[in-house]
């Protein structure tokens, strides 16, 4: 929960729309995917159980997207 936060502030800060975007969907998922796994604990409903594994695949798959879209740099080896 707190990375999902400080990657949603880091977001902000940066500026750019995309990212804000992908980092409040990503912040969602694990919000949703949270409260729905602490529902299946308490209620041991199979539903609770599949709104939370939506939850984590909404958030990967939002950070996936956000990793991919900083476009982080990696050194290429001189031949």
């Not at 602490?38 to 594994?53: K, R, V």
């Not at 695949?57 to 990696?74: E, F, P």
Request: hydrophobic share 50%; glycine share 16%; proline share 3%.
């Amino acid at each position: 929960m707190l990375a999902a936060l400080g990657t949603l502030v880091q977001a902000t800060r940066l500026r750019g729309g995309g990212r804000i975007t992908l980092a409040v969907l990503g912040f969602i998922g694990v919000l949703g995917g949270g409260f729905n796994g602490g529902s299946f604990l308490s209620y041991h409903e199979d539903f609770s159980s599949m709104l939370m594994a939506v939850g984590l695949a909404l958030a990967m798959s939002a950070y996936v997207a956000l990793l991919y879209r900083t476009g982080i740099a990696t050194p290429v080896p001189e031949l």
